[in-house]
């Protein structure tokens, strides 16, 4: 899109993904990313993609030879947990609220940089969903597993626009083409 559209700038903000719908509906963001749950009347999901959050491990880790992971299992290895509260959505299963807050973390970072690194250097495994490691598994350096979770394997995240407000040119293009990229990982 860059390559495309070399005039456009940008800012680009890490938020709660409790905040996005707000910000997107207040026009503080052109559009934004986020959990699927019920929003706002004046933002609308443009595209979803399945998001269930799983196990991340490092490649190694004797989690990864499982197809899905119980909640026990994990228990036993060192947690790494990103700062603040879990989506709303999360705690779609009462089981997976619970035993998340029954661990007790080895290291907690607002930096998504310094888990991808806690991971890979195997100073434990955290609980994301796989489309923010899909780099890192490609390469090999990190390993994703489902939970045995029907509710949370449910999970997507959407993009969220805007419902009145029209966006500019460069934002209808960009989530235009995002939406077209949400497609491709459907259909992976």
């Not at 807050?101 to 434990?124: C, D, E, F, T």
């Amino acid at each position: 899109f860059r390559a495309d559209f070399p005039a456009v700038t940008y800012d680009v903000d890490a938020v709660a993904p409790a905040d996005a719908p707000r910000m997107v509906a207040a026009g503080e963001a052109d559009f934004g990313f986020t959990f699927v749950a019920k929003t706002d009347a004046a933002v609308r999901f443009a595209a979803e993609v399945p998001a269930p959050i799983g196990v991340v491990m490092p490649a190694d880790h004797p989690l990864r030879t499982q197809r899905a992971i119980r909640f026990e299992d994990a228990a036993g290895y060192p947690f790494l947990a990103q700062a603040g509260p879990l989506p709303r959505s999360a705690d779609i299963d009462p089981d997976f609220a619970r035993f998340r807050a029954s661990i007790r973390p080895r290291l907690v970072s607002n930096s998504i940089q310094a888990l991808k690194l806690a991971i890979r250097l195997g100073m434990g495994i955290a609980f994301f969903t796989r489309l923010g490691f899909l780099d890192e598994i490609e390469r090999g350096e990190v390993a994703w597993r489902p939970f045995e979770s029907a509710a949370i394997n449910a999970l997507r995240i959407g993009l969220l626009v805007p419902v009145s407000r029209p966006p500019s040119a460069p934002a209808r293009q960009l989530a235009a083409r995002l939406v077209t990229e949400m497609a491709r990982l459907n259909a992976a």
